[in-house]
């Protein structure tokens, strides 16, 4: 009888054992299942629209004036459009068209972006919103940082002219293609005239002495396309006399970046492409490419 209490005790420790085992186990198995809760969302968008086929036939005859003037074969040629090489449809597609008529040249080319993050800690639409950030800082538009921009809408009618002065030394810096950069073109005709390749005279653009925000032409933040939104706008000279214009709007909409490059080239020197038209039909444009996304 004098050992009894000594197996009590053994088979108490035993026990004790066992419970701190299983309990170790159970917090060891915790620990995948905490981490796997902090996966990211994905994006909204998982494919891409046809490019060439993005944009309504009604629309491309308003945009490429010129088409009306050629044969109907060529024409049915202009309004296939001719799509962009690239090595995985469904994160990235484009697409262009050009009309040349006797007393101008125009060419519309737009291109989509499906964004998608392999971080599992970063969602799609945060890395799309890092991406759309690097577009607009490389545009270098005449106004506060792209995050005041975004936050207050357009920037002020009072602060473009003189943005436009700073950034108009700096046009096509980086040679991008998604944002086209060096804004400064001018907002008019008698304005444009007088503008260089790197948008250098455009610090009275944007019809500033109208006092209204609906005469401003300046590069700017949109603020009623997609998530976020920016317009650039750029007059340059085509060889030594014949000038052209071009017309960009980027916008990110979820995970996808769209961006637009509208492109007007009169035939006479002395003709400056009319910037308010190449703005809203652009802008319009993108108004049409937002809507026509599906997921």
């Known amino acids: 009888m004098a050992y009894v209490p000594g197996a009590v005790l053994i088979a108490a420790l035993v026990a004790g054992c066992s419970a701190g085992t299983e309990g170790d186990a ?64 469904d994160r990235r597609v484009g697409c262009r068209w050009k009309s040349d008529a006797p007393d101008s040249s125009r060419s519309i080319a737009i291109d989509f ?4 993050s392999y971080d599992p800690a970063v969602s799609d639409d945060d890395r799309a919103r890092e991406v759309y950030a690097k577009k607009e800082e490389a545009a270098d538009l005449p106004s506060a940082s792209p995050t005041d921009d975004a936050e207050k809408g357009t920037a002020s009618p009072e602060g473009s002219p003189t943005g436009s002065g700073e950034a108009g030394g700096k046009g096509g810096a980086d040679g991008k293609t998604g944002a086209t950069p060096g804004p400064g073109a001018t907002g008019s005709a008698d304005d444009a005239a007088g503008a260089t390749p790197d948008g250098g005279t455009g610090g009275d653009a944007g019809g500033d002495t109208a006092g209204g925000p609906a005469e401003n032409l300046q590069p700017r933040v949109l603020d009623q396309l997609g998530d976020s939104a920016f317009l650039d706008d750029l007059l340059t000279r085509a060889g030594s006399t014949a000038q052209h214009r071009t017309v960009s709007v980027v916008f990110r909409t979820s995970n996808v970046i769209v961006t637009i490059e509208y492109t007007a080239q009169p035939a006479l020197s002395t003709e400056v492409p009319d910037s308010k038209e190449l703005q809203e039909k652009a802008q319009a444009l993108g108004e049409k490419l937002v809507d026509g996304l599906s997921g």
């Open 26 to 89: 159970s917090a060891t198995d915790s620990k995948p299942g905490t981490l796997a809760v902090a996966a990211a969302p994905p994006g909204k968008y998982r494919t891409l629209p046809e490019a060439c086929r993005a944009i309504p036939l009604a629309t491309l005859k308003d945009l490429l004036p010129g088409a009306a003037q050629l044969p109907e074969a060529q024409q049915e040629k202009v309004y296939e459009g001719t799509p962009a090489g690239t090595f995985d449809t």
């Open 113 to 116: 972006e499906r964004v998608v």
